[in-house]
């Protein structure tokens, strides 16, 4: 059994405010008790009428965490476009140098994962010129100075010679990115229905830019930023095929012609967007498309655009658009609306 407490005014006539224990059952709810006479007051407003306790405890309150937002985390961690650092809901401005190297950490520990990251493999990075216990030194108090940073002392865990940052307290944009596109952008899924949509979408919406942004890229950032930026890509093709083969050609040119901003070198994007044009009767910018697609290829790599794009323009020039119109209409021609990822590309 645990009490906590409520305090109620008594009728006009007394003024003194008593204080109410309340037991609570092993399963958490309370035992609400009849006070007659007596008038409840909770969070100033009274309860007239109905003399049984609300449900109101007087201690701290912690809010609904919104996994999407990191709105309830105590740490905010921003990755992607940025690097932006929020505790308890309040900005923390760089102003100092003696930041630097706790923050440097900070990011290299994202970077590697944030989960089970060994010491020496954080000595390594930030600290290459330094022997073994030179390193280690520069890591312990690196890491004293990032804990006293971070405000929560069970941000950061340390057990075995490996960091973690917390998920109970710590919320990454990059982490709930890779946690909403999960296996959706594998393509194997027979169930590419709205929900996989909508996981998607969340996930886009979250990518500002690539990881930690503008600044220069590290050595030991780079995997990570990489590996961001293609499972972003990913997801917008997959977005796209998924709105062009439920019929909905003109957001999926929306979602390709963003995804072709970060990856102007991706034959299968362009191939995509022909294919929408197409489908939407517009020819004259599906082959607009495959010349955009062909200049950049040729200036960049100074290759062509493959055989099967080539055929695919070929038939377009000659007016056959049968290919476009079995994508884009197929759904609003059989009424159908959940169909494999597989089965679009």
Known sequence: MTESHLH??????????????????????????YIPGDEIVILGLPLTGNRKLAPVLTHDYDPPKNVDSGSGFDVRIYTLGRFSLV???????????????????LKAL??????????????????????????????????HRLRKLLRKINALEHRDAKLSLSPEFCWIDSWQFERLIGDTINLNTEHSDWNVANRLERA????????????????????????LRSKYIRALHALGRYYRYTGNCEQSIITYETALETDGLAESLYRGLMLCYAGNGDRAKALAVFHRCRETL????????????????DSFRRGDTGKADEFCFRCRNTGTKQKSFNRIS
């Open 110 to 143: 994202v970077a590697f994962g944030g989960r089970e990251v060994g010491e020496a493999h954080l000595s390594d990075a930030l600290w290459p010129g330094h022997d073994g216990d030179a390193a280690h030194r520069a890591l312990a108090t690196t890491l």
């Open 87 to 105: 505790l308890n809901n309040q900005p923390v401005h760089f102003t100092t140098k003696s930041k630097k190297k706790p923050l440097e950490l």
């Open 8 to 33: 109620y005014t008594h009728r006009p006539g007394h003024s003194a405010t008593r204080s109410l224990k309340r037991k609570h059952c092993k399963n958490g709810s309370p035992e609400s008790r």
């Open 298 to 313: 040729f200036t960049v790599l100074g290759v062509s655009p493959s055989r099967e794009l080539r055929a695919l323009y």
């Open 204 to 227: 886009i919406k979250l990518y500002k830019g690539p990881f930690l942004g503008v600044e220069e890229p590290q050595a030991w950032d780079l995997l990570m930023r990489e590996r």
